[in-house]
């Protein structure tokens, strides 16, 4: 079974931080997903990666950076956490090619 | 932009119902097509894909996928209450990996 591991499941951070979201796949997915979710607005993208080192811009990259350094490791930054950012944060990982997404279980943010 | 449409819900159907969840999308050339189920305050779990035109059986779930129609729809036979969540359907784009999804529909299971 696919494994797809968020380091923490709840978070809460204060305006102005500097955040890190881990994420980590063991099955040697080449792509790697980003996504927020809030309610009423569906799961919107914020950044994806097809390879170590490479990363494209998702529909919502405004506040967030992303680091792959690893192929089973992908890390989002909220660079100055502010409370518009507050949201259930997954992580997702697929194969290279038109393969279904594999989610981690989120990490659901509070910035205060 | 390519849209995936889901009727939002809730769709409410007594226990040991069918229950039938539709799905359109606007990028005719697409060519994967994904069902995934969210329970409340959980992550999306995959429950099926489907690839060419016509039904995938599996278990108590049937996929179907109509491309000159542009609909994929997602039967649910002897509905049981802990079917009860959320259904997101998703649709890759041709020559994308990337999945468009939509933004679910909401399923109640009454017993």
């Known amino acids: 079974d696919v494994k797809v591991t968020q380091s923490s499941r709840y978070l809460v951070k204060r305006t102005g931080e500097k955040v890190f979201l881990e994420c980590v796949q063991d099955?040697?997915?080449?792509?790697m997903f980003w996504y927020r979710q809030d309610p009423g607005l569906g799961l919107r993208l914020i950044y994806f990666?097809?390879?170590?080192?490479?990363?494209e811009k998702g529909d919502i990259p405004e506040g967030y950076s992303v680091s792959r350094e690893k192929k089973e490791r992908f890390s989002l930054i909220l660079e100055s956490a502010s409370t518009n950012q507050t949201s259930m944060y997954l992580c997702?990982?697929?194969?290279?090619?038109?393969?279904?997404?594999?989610f981690g279980n989120g990490t659901r943010l509070t910035v205060t | 932009q390519k849209e995936v449409e889901q009727n939002s819900g809730p769709l409410s159907v007594p226990e040991g119902a069918i229950a039938s969840l539709n799905c359109t999308y606007s990028?005719?050339?697409?060519?994967?097509f994904f069902w995934y189920r969210q329970y409340s305050g959980k992550s999306p779990e995959l429950i099926m894909s489907?690839?060419?035109?016509g039904d995938k059986e599996d278990g108590r779930f049937t996929a179907q996928l109509n491309k000159a129609s542009q609909y994929v729809s997602l039967l649910i036979r002897d509905s049981q209450p802990s079917d009860s969540a959320t259904y997101l359907c998703a649709v890759t784009p041709k020559g994308s990996y990337i999945p468009t999804f939509g933004r679910g529909t909401s399923l109640i299971v009454h017993p």
């Open positions: 997702a990982s697929s194969f290279a090619g038109e393969s279904p997404l594999h």
């Open positions: 990028d005719r050339g697409s060519q994967s």
């Open positions: 990666s097809y390879d170590v080192k490479m990363k």
């Open positions: 099955m040697d997915h080449e792509n």
């Open positions: 489907i690839y060419s035109n």
